[in-house]
C-alpha cells in the first residue's frame, strides 16, 4: 500500500489526500507535523531531503512535490481525470492550479512566515497581513480570469462536470484564506466554486480536520 507523508494542515499534502481519494487510491497516512518540526527531523530528511510535505512511499521509491505526485497518479490511474478533456480547457485548468501553487501559496507558507518573524522583525499581526494581501492579489487574477471563461454558479465545477486540479487547488487555499481572515467578498466565483468542491465526498474525508496530528 502507498504511505502518504502528510501534515492536516499543509495545503499540499491536501491537495495530494484529495488526488487519491479522487483516484479511489488507499493510502498509509504517517503525520509529520510542519508545527513540531518532524519534517525537520533526520528520520524525515532520510526519506525526503527537501524537508517538506507531502511525501509518498511507492513500490518504485520516494517521490515528493505535490504537482509531481499528482501527475504520476494521473499516469498510473488515468480515470477519473483530474483534468477536462479538452486540450486548450487542460491547459486553462493548468494555468489556474500553477497561479495557486506557483504564485499564491509559496510566499505565505509556514516557512515564509517563520522568517519574516525571525529575520525581518514581523510580528504575527504583521505576517498573517503579508499572507492576506498575497491570497488577495492571487485571487481577484483568478476571479477575472473565471469570470472570462464565463463561469458562473451551478454550472458545475471549475472545468467541467467533475473535480480536476484546479478544484483540488483551490479548496486548500481558500481555506488558508479564512483562516489569514481574508475579505472573499469580491470573489463571489471563487467562492461559489470553493463550496461546489469542498460538498464533494473526496473532500470532505480528506479535509484538515479529518486528519490526525
Given at each position: 500500500?502507498?504511505q502518504?507523508?502528510t ?7 491536501y ?8 483516484k ?26 527537501e ?6 512511499v ?9 504537482f ?14 483530474l483534468?477536462p ?5 487542460r ?14 501559496f ?25 499572507c ?9 487574477a ?6 472570462k ?10 472545468f467541467g462536470?467533475?473535480p ?14 479564512r ?17 461546489k ?16 496530528g
Amino acid at each position: 500500500m502507498l504511505q502518504l507523508h502528510t501534515f492536516s494542515h499543509s495545503s499540499a499534502s491536501y491537495r495530494v489526500r484529495i488526488a487519491l481519494a479522487l483516484k479511489g487510491m488507499a493510502s498509509e497516512s504517517h503525520a509529520v507535523s510542519l508545527i513540531a518540526n518532524d519534517h525537520l527531523s533526520e528520520g524525515y530528511r532520510a526519506l525526503n531531503p527537501e524537508g517538506r510535505v507531502p511525501a509518498i512511499v511507492t513500490e518504485q521509491g520516494v517521490l515528493t512535490q505535490s504537482f509531481a505526485i499528482m501527475d504520476w497518479l494521473e499516469d498510473t490511474i488515468p480515470e477519473p481525470s483530474l483534468y477536462p478533456a479538452d486540450v486548450w480547457q487542460r491547459a486553462l485548468c493548468r494555468a489556474f492550479a500553477h497561479a495557486i501553487a506557483s504564485d499564491i501559496f509559496p510566499v505565505q507558507n509556514l516557512g515564509v512566515r517563520r522568517k519574516l518573524i525571525s529575520d525581518f522583525g514581523a510580528d504575527e499581526a504583521q505576517s498573517t497581513q503579508w499572507c492576506a494581501d498575497w491570497i488577495a492579489k492571487g485571487f481577484a487574477a483568478l476571479e477575472a480570469e473565471t469570470a472570462k471563461r464565463g463561469w458562473h454558479e451551478g454550472q458545475g465545477y471549475l472545468f467541467g462536470p467533475t473535480p480536476t486540479l484546479a478544484d483540488i487547488c483551490l479548496v486548500p487555499q481558500m481555506n488558508n484564506a479564512r483562516r489569514y481572515g481574508v475579505d472573499l467578498t469580491p470573489f463571489p466565483l471563487l467562492v461559489a466554486a470553493d463550496a461546489k468542491a469542498r460538498a464533494h465526498p473526496a473532500f470532505v474525508t480528506t479535509a484538515p480536520e479529518t486528519q490526525a496530528g
